[in-house]
């Protein structure tokens, strides 16, 4: 069965909010201070023009976690049929996107912009991310009216 388009859309739009939410929460309000800090003893200024972030940075950032819940909920669609529907399948996705994502912001460790606990800290704060957004937006998502 082909994948629903529009279930694809609204689910995605649900796990950008709930991605867009939790990302709010985790680097503004729980590691804001922190983040800001470790970043200016890399290169002075870093960590304060992260936090003073213009209205195009903004954009752009809410912009991509939308694209990355709408690639959440569409890959969950694509394997529902061999794993089956609901949330483990999703966690399932879930977790290969969490694990790409510690792949590719492990070189911040490297570069020295932030230290291996602040990297696991926000890696697991992502983590939660993830998981609550494939959850959210997979319980939207069905097959009824797909067009082959």
Same mark, same amino acid.
Request: net charge neutral; aromatic share 14%; hydrophobic share 60%.
């Given at each position: 069965?082909?994948?629903?388009?529009?279930?694809?859309?609204?689910?995605?739009?649900?796990?950008?909010?709930?991605?867009?939410?939790?990302?709010?929460?985790?680097?503004?309000?729980?590691? +804001?201070?922190?983040?800001?800090?470790?970043?200016?003893?890399?290169?002075?200024?870093? +960590?304060? %023009?992260?936090?003073?972030?213009?209205?195009? %940075?903004?954009?752009?950032?809410?912009?991509?976690?939308?694209?990355?819940?709408?690639?959440?909920?569409?890959?969950?669609?694509?394997?529902?049929?061999?794993? +089956?529907?609901?949330?483990?399948?999703?966690?399932?996705?879930?977790?290969?996107?969490?694990?790409? +994502?510690?792949?590719?912001?492990?070189?911040?460790? %490297?570069?020295?912009?932030?230290?291996?606990?602040?990297?696991?800290?926000?890696?697991?704060?992502?983590?939660?991310?993830?998981?609550?957004?494939?959850?959210?937006?997979?319980?939207?998502?069905?097959?009824?009216?797909?067009?082959?």
């Amino acid at each position: 069965m082909a994948i629903n388009r529009e279930k694809v859309l609204i689910g995605g739009f649900v796990a950008g909010i709930v991605l867009n939410v939790i990302d709010y929460l985790s680097y503004h309000v729980i590691l +804001g201070a922190r983040m800001a800090a470790e970043a200016n003893a890399f290169k002075a200024g870093l +960590g304060d %023009q992260m936090a003073d972030m213009s209205g195009s %940075q903004l954009a752009t950032y809410l912009l991509m976690y939308f694209i990355v819940g709408f690639l959440v909920v569409w890959m969950y669609a694509a394997v529902r049929p061999r794993f +089956g529907a609901g949330p483990k399948t999703a966690a399932y996705v879930a977790i290969a996107f969490w694990v790409f +994502g510690l792949i590719t912001t492990a070189s911040y460790m %490297q570069m020295g912009i932030m230290s291996s606990g602040l990297w696991w800290t926000s890696g697991g704060l992502w983590l939660v991310a993830l998981l609550l957004a494939a959850v959210a937006g997979a319980a939207l998502y069905s097959e009824e009216g797909a067009t082959a």
